[in-house]
């Protein structure tokens, strides 16, 4: 290594054996998982009952009473800039009419989107007309430019958690609003909402001013007091590209190429949040108020079922430590681990009870999760799992494809023919029964980061990500599936998806 990049290493907060292990796992790649099945009703998802379902919001009402504290995580650094990718490829095109069949779309409903009294405005201010006088003397590209360009709205360059997704009579919402009015909705305890972004950088400006125009708005609406904080990816989670031989890859003026470790790299994020349970839900996830109460009450569904459980193991660790208990309460203990937690053992019949005190111990002393999941509808993304960990215990995972032996006929088969998605629906418990918050990071499997190939002007490298924040990085917490209904899921991927039913 030479000086300056010594002197890069340091500014990033990144040691020296952090590079080493990085380029080892270069050089050795990752292991695929070994996979038992896919997750499926019955055999890992639970599917509540009607009855269920009360007693589970119920659980949770009670839960809340109790005073706890509950934060609503919601990562939000992601730029808007691939929504509009079909946009930009139209401004850019060779034509000036809408040829393909989203260009079509988009203009042809474009008064149906949330921002058209902003663009139009817009177009009024740069071009000298609205939006309509433009259509008609045909100027398509005008329109276009005018949302994503930064003279115009810059929507090309923004957050998605700033743009404008919903109409309503008061005015129109980005999808930051609908997180603050989904924390009133089912986070708030006494009387408090505490939301929590992550945000890259260059956004922490625009979404701090944002919060402090509207806060207090939805606080007088919803009869609640917010507190709201901020959080960026943290340096030191930055991953050294290579090339592909695996040496350092090197920038034109010779400093080292880092680039973000994805998502995983939250779980440190997460670690510094002062919670006892904390949602976790995409920007882009987000409905109207019309839609918003299916949500909420699956959102309490499913934080019932993590309090109920966290509780029956909490009170099992009570026994273990008071040290009364017989065989028969171990085994109790056991079918708890297998059947509520989804957790197995193939060789625990050979366990001495000693061993069996320790083994039951460490699968009920650390931190839980309760996932959503919907129906698979042929949506890109990861799924629930049952799969082998480093332990050789079989437990639940959410696997991305890239974690997958694509060689392995019958591994691919069970992936494609799983029968739920991951839409990134999660409730997690942090604390241990004494209240003491678990150390996050000591609960990644390092070993589930992948390694994907990219390019820095023209050149090809190669790029390393941590293991994702609902994949590797909680490998190794309780993990529980519920099936909840799809209308819980509506992301926006492009900008043409704001103009689904579900949106409008």
């Known amino acids: 290594m030479q000086q300056q990049d010594i002197q890069q290493l340091q500014a990033k907060g990144i040691t020296e054996a952090q590079i080493e292990k990085q380029i080892q796992q270069f050089q050795t790649g990752f292991p695929f998982l070994k996979i038992e099945a896919p997750a499926s009703i019955g055999r890992g998802i639970i599917a509540p009952t009607e009855g269920e379902i009360a ?17 609503k995580f919601v990562p939000a650094s992601g730029a808007a800039s691939r929504m509009f990718k079909d946009i930009f490829s139209f401004v850019d095109a060779d034509y000036d009419v809408p040829t393909t069949d989203f260009e079509k779309k988009y203009f042809a409903d474009l008064e149906k989107f949330a921002f058209y009294d902003e663009l139009d405005a817009a177009c009024q201010k740069n071009e000298g007309k609205g939006i309509k006088a433009l259509l008609a003397e045909g100027n398509y590209k005008a329109v276009a430019a005018n949302m994503l360009k930064a ?18 009579p008061e005015g129109p919402r980005t999808p930051m609003e609908e997180h603050l009015v989904e924390g009133a909705l089912y986070a708030a305890s006494k009387g408090e909402a505490n939301v929590h972004f992550t945000v890259s950088h260059e956004h922490l400006p625009f979404f701090k001013q944002k919060v402090a125009d509207k806060m207090q708005q939805y606080a007088d609406k919803y009869g609640v007091k917010y507190n709201i904080s901020f959080s960026e990816q943290k340096p030191s989670t930055d991953t050294v590209a290579v090339n592909p031989d695996n040496t350092l890859f090197r920038n034109a003026d010779g400093s080292l190429l880092f680039r973000p470790g994805g998502h995983g790299a939250l779980i440190e994020n997460l670690n510094e949040i002062d919670a006892d349970v904390i ?7 987000v409905v109207p108020d019309r839609l918003k109460p299916e949500t909420v009450q699956w959102k ?50 050979e366990l001495e009870d000693a061993e069996l005190v320790i083994y039951l111990k460490q699968k009920l002393n650390r931190p839980m999760r ?44 069970m992936f494609t023919e799983g029968t739920h998605f991951n839409p990134v629906d999660l409730v997690c418990a942090v604390k241990d029964a004494s209240g003491k918050p678990y150390n996050l990071p000591d609960y990644v499997d390092p070993t589930t980061g992948f390694i994907s190939s990219k390019s820095k002007n023209g050149k090809e490298l190669r790029a390393l990500e941590l293991p994702g924040l609902w994949n590797g990085a909680m490998s190794d917490w309780s993990t529980v599936f519920v099936e909840v209904p799809l209308g819980t899921f509506n992301p926006v991927k492009t900008v043409n998806d704001l103009l689904r039913d579900q949106h409008q």
């Open 151 to 168: 003279e115009g709205l810059n929507y090309g360059q923004l957050p998605k958690g700033m743009l404008l997704f919903h109409k309503y």
């Open 300 to 349: 309490q569904v499913i934080a019932g079922v993590l309090v109920t459980l966290q509780q029956k193991a909490f009170e099992y660790l009570n026994v273990l430590e008071s040290g009364k208990y017989d065989h028969a309460k171990l085994e109790e203990m056991i079918r708890f681990v297998q059947q509520d937690l989804c957790c197995r053992k193939a060789d625990i019949k």
């Open 370 to 413: 309760v996932c959503g999941v919907v129906k698979n509808v042929g949506e890109p993304g990861g799924g629930p799992f049952l799969t082998y960990n480093q332990d050789g215990t079989v437990s639940l995972q959410i696997l991305e494809s890239s974690q997958i032996d694509k060689s392995n006929a019958e591994y691919m088969r």
């Open 55 to 71: 007693g589970y919001v119920k659980a949770w009402e009670d839960y809340k009473a109790s005073g706890k504290k509950i934060v």
């Open 279 to 285: 949602f976790i839900k995409n920007i882009d996830n």
